[in-house]
């Protein structure tokens, strides 16, 4: 069998622990043998990153603009423990900050669905993206405590000098806390267009919802401006795709998504998507199967799993323990990168390529072959637990059947 041929790089960035030795095991089991790879290499390793005062973070984050795709291993977010693990000259910056601030980018989060793993909403049997905007808000705050007997007000200079004051509250015996938080025109625009492109390139519903009607001013400026952008860009494309937008109040939102099958992006507000990640993520089984892209509102994207390193099953690979670590959002980083490269280059056979990966990816979990973290949660009777390395092994045979 000749292998596909690419004709334009995707970027790759290396990452830390566990996903790293998965890393390199995906590429060797389900990668090299299909495809002639074409890929710009960055490690952002934390040792290479601390070699390079993290020059190479920024060098892929730049890389990433210039190709349109990347693929994102996890990598480690320093803090004082690992400063000292790997003898650190800085706490270097989160490396996916620092990316999604190049990028302006907004994250999304979907999950792989398998037969045998019911979500703890029964009735979910299609995935919910969650939409996270990822910039300001409780974020970037700035907040006080306040003695007895103080006033606090809200004052905005603008560029002549003038001043606008609104009193947040006068407090009297009892002193408390106030908080200042912000946004920008320009961060929710570029918000809601990646939601939209997002929505037209999975053909599926968007759902926006903030709580407009508390927050006349603050978040009835997210619903302005998506309408605007919806009506000016979008309505069309909507229409032509069979697919909606629909704006609620958040908590109409929360009641309906919980009654709901799935299968719609749910656009969230940065503290809304915070949390409601976490509850999805949850209800849909494991955070080894959650996926996770940043889309660029121009088109830019950048594939990676949900979760971490998965620092402990590193160190017991280190010590030569088995693993039974799950693959499966790494490698659906690598075929949503290999997809969208294909859709870009109009390289069919890379597409249906990823298309069948993650067929035999599924097929195969769904045959009784899992990992660890599945198999405590899957309700096959003939499921059988395979360590980190067989379970690749396991779908490379699926594929090729498919193949
Ligand atoms: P984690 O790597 O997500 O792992 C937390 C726990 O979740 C694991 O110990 C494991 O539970 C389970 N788990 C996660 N992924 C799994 C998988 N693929 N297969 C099986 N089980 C899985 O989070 P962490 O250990 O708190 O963080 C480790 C490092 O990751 C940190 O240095 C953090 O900075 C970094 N991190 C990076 C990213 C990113 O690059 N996007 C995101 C989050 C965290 P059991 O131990 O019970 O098996
Ligand atoms: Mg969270």
Redesign the pocket.
């Known amino acids: 069998m000749s292998k596909i041929k690419m004709t334009t790089p995707l970027v790759e960035m290396d ?5 790293r030795v ?1 890393w390199q095991m995906i590429k060797d089991i389900l990668i090299y043998p299909y495809v002639d790879l074409k890929s710009e290499y960055y490690d952002l390793g934390l040792k290479h990153r601390d070699e390079t005062d993290d020059k190479v973070t920024v060098e892929a984050s730049n890389a990433t603009l210039k190709y349109g795709v990347a693929v ?8 004082a423990q ?1 400063v000292e693990e790997y003898s650190l000259k800085e706490m270097w910056k ?3 900050g620092t990316i999604r601030a190049i990028l302006d980018g907004t994250v999304f989060r979907a999950p792989i669905i398998v037969k045998g793993i019911t979500p703890y909403i029964p009735t979910w049997t299609k995935p919910i993206t969650i939409a996270r905007h990822a910039y300001g808000d409780v974020y970037k705050n700035t907040e006080m405590q306040v003695p007895s007997n103080s006033k606090c007000e809200l004052v905005c200079t603008d560029e002549s000098g003038n001043e606008t004051r609104r009193t947040i509250h006068d407090f009297g015996e009892s002193g408390g806390i106030i908080q200042g938080i912000h946004n920008t025109d320009a961060s929710i625009r570029s918000f809601a267009k990646s939601c939209f492109n997002y929505a037209l390139d999975a053909k599926q519903d968007l759902w926006f919802a903030t709580k407009d009607t508390i927050s006349k001013q603050y978040d009835h400026r997210f619903k302005d401006i998506f309408a605007e952008i919806f009506e000016a860009e979008y309505k069309e494309k909507f229409k032509e795709a069979g697919i909606t937008y629909f704006y609620t109040l958040i908590d109409d939102a929360v009641a309906r998504v919980i009654r709901s099958e799935g299968g719609y992006i749910w656009a969230c507000k940065n503290y809304d998507g915070d949390v409601m990640s976490d509850m999805v993520a949850t209800a849909y089984g ?3 199967m959650m996926t ?1 892209v940043l889309v660029s509102p121009d088109g830019v994207y950048e594939y ?10 590193y160190y017991k690979h280190l010590k030569g323990e088995e693993t ?7 490698l659906f980083a690598w075929t949503g990168a290999l997809r969208k490269r294909g859709e870009l280059d109009k390289n069919a056979e890379l597409c249906d390529f990823a298309d069948k990966l993650e067929k035999a990816v599924i097929d195969t979990i769904e045959s009784g072959i899992m ?3 599945l198999y405590l949660l899957s309700s096959l009777p003939q499921k059988k637990k395979v360590n980190t390395e067989d379970f690749l092994k396991a779908v490379a045979v699926t594929l090729d059947a498919l193949m």
């Open positions: 990452g830390d622990e566990m996903t998965i994102k291993c996890a990598t480690i977010t320093p803090n690992r989160s490396p996916n494991s955070l080894a996770s990676e799993a949900a979760h971490g390193t998965v620092q402990r099953h039974s670590t799950n693959s499966c959002a790494t990992t660890g973290d």
